[in-house]
């Protein structure tokens, strides 16, 4: 499904995952936006995990096993990128996760055909 959507708020979700084989834990990043669908006007909670240049530096690093203070800097570069309010995007959203009116949209930019 593409959305036409209107960004109310952006923000980084840090999340940790256990490595299946060492049970170590791991740092897990995402883009959280809230949006208002610009067709319907319903309101949503998607998430991204690409789509920015640093969410991919980011797993870069993970796989380099980077410093916390090295992540912590893309992170807060990523921050300062984010959509700003009132933005308008276009995206496909691939999943639906949750429960009842606790739904989140697991999206990804659209891709332009030529």
Same mark, same amino acid.
């Given at each position: 499904m593409n959305m036409n959507a209107i960004v109310l708020n952006a923000?980084?979700?840090e999340s940790t995952f256990y490595d299946q084989m060492?049970?170590?834990p791991r740092q897990g990043h995402s883009?959280?936006?809230?949006?208002?669908d610009g067709d319907t006007f319903e309101k949503y909670e998607c998430q991204?995990?690409?789509g920015f240049a640093e969410l991919e530096e980011l797993k870069q690093l993970r796989q380099?096993?980077?410093?916390? &203070?090295?992540?912590? &800097?893309v992170v807060n570069r990523l921050r300062a990128n984010l959509p %700003?309010?009132?933005?308008?995007?276009?995206f496909d959203v691939v999943k639906i996760k949750g429960k009842g009116s606790f739904l989140t949209l697991v999206?990804?930019? %659209?891709?332009?055909? %030529?």
């Open positions: 923000d980084v979700l060492t049970g170590a883009v959280k936006l809230t949006v208002i991204f995990s690409g380099m096993n980077a410093t916390p &203070e090295q992540c912590d &800097e %700003a309010t009132m933005t308008t995007l276009n999206c990804r930019f %659209a891709q332009v055909t %030529a």
